[in-house]
């Protein structure tokens, strides 16, 4: 249960690091954001499966690569269900902001939440 409080706060960073640089994707404010995470993690649980399985063939076609279309269309959904609070430009900024996103999401666990771990398993 920790670590999925722990996972919803690095995606919340990150949902709020993208909003930070990039016009195209905004974020009104943190409580917004922690929502978004909220939502894309409910979604990535129950709908992603989903999704994978009925784009299997495109996804092994594309060597795995069409699961960043798949984070990105969960990444639009998120942010046409939280309405003005959570707004992104176009598919365009949805698929940049899902790499950049995967990828500081991968950053921060590997090199923030797994010492921290490392750590509690030592004391």
């Given at each position: 249960?920790?670590?999925?409080f722990a996972?919803?706060?690095?995606?919340?960073?990150a949902?709020?690091?993208?909003?930070?640089?990039?016009?195209?994707?905004h974020?009104e404010?943190?409580?917004?954001?922690?929502?978004?995470?909220v939502l894309?993690?409910?979604?990535n649980?129950f709908?992603?499966?989903?999704?994978?399985?009925?784009?299997?063939?495109?996804?092994?076609?594309s060597?795995?690569l069409?699961?960043?279309?798949?984070?990105?269309?969960?990444?639009?959904?998120?942010?046409?269900l939280?309405?003005?609070?959570?707004?992104?430009d176009?598919?365009?900024?949805a698929l940049?902001?899902?790499?950049?996103?995967?990828?500081?999401n991968m950053?921060?666990?590997?090199?923030?939440?797994e010492?921290?771990?490392k750590r509690?398993?030592?004391?």
């Amino acid at each position: 249960m920790m670590s999925w409080f722990a996972s919803l706060l690095i995606n919340t960073v990150a949902l709020m690091v993208v909003a930070g640089y990039f016009d195209g994707f905004h974020i009104e404010n943190i409580s917004a954001a922690l929502l978004a995470s909220v939502l894309l993690s409910l979604f990535n649980v129950f709908l992603k499966p989903i999704l994978i399985l009925l784009t299997l063939p495109v996804t092994i076609f594309s060597l795995g690569l069409f699961l960043i279309v798949i984070n990105a269309a969960l990444l639009s959904l998120t942010a046409e269900l939280m309405g003005n609070s959570f707004n992104i430009d176009g598919f365009g900024m949805a698929l940049l902001a899902a790499v950049i996103i995967s990828l500081l999401n991968m950053f921060l666990t590997n090199f923030v939440l797994e010492p921290i771990k490392k750590r509690r398993k030592r004391k």
